[in-house]
């Protein structure tokens, strides 16, 4: 079983940074009442029914995974947000060229062959369009092992963290134009107390989920892998515009 069907199974997702690089993320991204915008690998949906509540954006969410596309759906329906989420892979999207105006993902590029799937974002997004994401770089010097060692404990085809300079490289291939590449200066950033608590018992359901579904050994190793997710690896924020 991989890390996604786990993900669906637990019911909850999570993404380096937390909140705090949302918050950030969005900011920049700015996306308005009307406009319509996707987030690609919405996982549970909290990013994407907070855009749609507090922008008034009309917003899709898209996930590999049917459990977490479904409850994405649910979260809007709960709070009258307007959108909805459907299965789909990144790499292959089922909208005509041209569609949005926004799109963002938050970690998931880091799973994804980088050519197919920034070109299939820049299929979809209008001129003029914006997109952003939240992906780990190196904090320093690259490291990897840790690549592999977690790809292998994630049960994924790819886990590739790239350097600031590697992102922005890979996303302005594809008629991009990247206007913010920022390193966030650790993990766990300031956030209001709710969003602080919520990330946190997100975290924690993740950990004792992923408890409840690998061997203890498997588990054992993965938590002292993740010692190599602080010591080498920080979140950055990018944000570009579709300019061909
Ligand atoms: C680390 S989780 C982040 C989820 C969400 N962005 C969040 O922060 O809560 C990565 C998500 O990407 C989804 N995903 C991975 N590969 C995908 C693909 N090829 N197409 C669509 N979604 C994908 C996974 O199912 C998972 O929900």
């Known amino acids: ?8 199974r637990i019911g909850v997702t999570s993404h ?7 918050e950030k993320l969005l900011t920049n991204l700015k996306p308005k009442k009307g406009e319509l ?31 977490l ?8 329906i709960k709070r009258k947000a307007e959108g909805y ?4 892979d990144i790499c292959n999207l089922p909208f005509r060229d041209e569609t949005f105006q926004v799109a963002w993902a938050e ?16 299929r979809v997004l209008k001129r003029n369009g914006r997109f952003g994401i939240i992906e780990l770089t190196w904090r ?30 890979a996303i302005s291939r594809n008629g991009f134009e990247v206007r913010i590449a920022e390193k966030l200066p650790s993990h766990s950033l300031p956030s209001p107390l709710h969003q602080w608590l919520s990330d946190l018992r997100d975290l924690t359901r993740l950990g004792l989920g992923l408890a409840l579904q690998v061997s203890f050994r498997k588990w054992f190793e993965g938590a002292r892998d993740i010692v ?15 300019v061909k």
Not at 1 to 8: H, I, N, R, V
Not at 69 to 76: K, S
Not at 85 to 88: E, F, L, R, S, W
Not at 149 to 168: A, C, G, H, I
């Open 1 to 8: 079983m991989s890390f996604f069907q786990w993900l669906g």
């Open 16 to 22: 380096p940074g937390g909140w705090a690089a949302t």
């Open 37 to 67: 915008a996707i987030e690609l690998g919405c996982g549970h949906g909290r990013t994407l029914s907070h855009v749609a509540e507090k922008f008034g954006t009309k917003v899709v969410g898209i996930d590999i995974v049917f459990p």
């Open 69 to 76: 596309a479904l409850q994405a759906c649910q979260r809007l």
């Open 85 to 88: 989420a459907i299965v789909a």
């Open 107 to 122: 970690s998931v590029f880091v799973f994804l062959p980088k050519p197919e799937a920034f070109a299939e974002v820049g």
């Open 140 to 169: 320093d010097m690259p490291f990897p092992e840790y690549c592999e060692q977690t790809r292998k404990f994630m049960n994924v085809p790819r886990y590739e963290v790239l350097t600031l300079d590697q992102w922005s490289e």
């Open 228 to 242: 190599n997710l602080f010591r080498y690896t920080v979140p950055a924020i990018f944000v570009a515009v579709k």
